[in-house]
């Protein structure tokens, strides 16, 4: 079961939601809040497995909320659910540790697909806003092919990253490599740990840096 809290300063979106995912099978909708602060209070006492935010929300907005309910250090996925498909939107969640960003004309089973996806551990976007993203990346971050923290990674774990940076599955990567799917969940776990980096979204900035993929086709 999946267990969700929505946070959305627009009432009458989050019923509407909580109606909709209640009848998805294997999701609960655990908690509503109205605003970023609420929804760290609440990720804080309830845990749950992900909390769907709204970007743009009074008081403590969507970025701001993904940080702090970062720093709970919780296994609890963070999933944005915003009007705004504009890229300052999008890569400042990603920055602050979200797992995935939908726009919220998105149908009921791109919002099931995306829950279950990072619950996988995988990053969702969507399919409309990925190329604004990439885009993004690619202007922003500075090559440093120098950096310390890329020498401290095996040949495996490398390649593995790229293969994660270039946006494959767990299951993709395992059958890629001709291991298993957990050896690959402890690859990407070490690759993690040894950077510092608590996100899909992190992994994949480190590795366009560390010019490990361009996320060219």
Do not use: F, N, W
Not at 34 to 42: K, L, N, S
Not at 146 to 155: E, I, K, N, P, Q
């Amino acid at each position: 079961m999946i267990r969700v809290v929505l946070a959305d300063d627009h009432r009458i979106v989050c019923e509407a939601l909580k109606e909709s995912l209640e009848k998805e099978p294997g999701v609960q909708v655990v908690g509503v809040a109205g605003d970023g602060h609420e929804a760290v209070r609440m990720t804080r006492h309830l845990r749950p497995d992900v909390v769907v935010l709204d970007v743009t929300m009074p008081g403590l907005g969507g970025i701001e909320a993904t940080r702090q309910i970062r720093e709970l250090h919780l296994q609890t996925r963070i999933l944005a659910l915003s009007m705004h498909s504009d890229r300052r939107y999008v890569t400042g969640m990603l920055t602050a540790g979200a797992s995935g960003y939908l726009v919220k004309d998105c149908a009921l089973e791109e919002l099931a697909l995306a829950l279950r996806t990072v619950m996988d551990g995988e990053i969702y976007l969507s399919p409309r806003i990925a190329g604004a993203v990439v885009e993004g990346l690619r202007r922003a971050v500075a090559p440093a092919p120098d950096s310390a923290g890329h020498t401290t990674l095996t040949a495996r774990e490398r390649e593995v990253l790229q293969l994660v940076a270039e946006g494959h599955k767990v299951r993709d990567i395992a059958a890629r490599l001709h291991v298993s799917v957990k050896t690959v969940e402890t690859h990407r776990r070490q690759i993690m740990t040894k950077l510092g980096i608590e996100s899909v979204a992190g992994l994949t900035k480190y590795a366009i840096r560390e010019g490990l993929t361009s996320l060219e086709e």
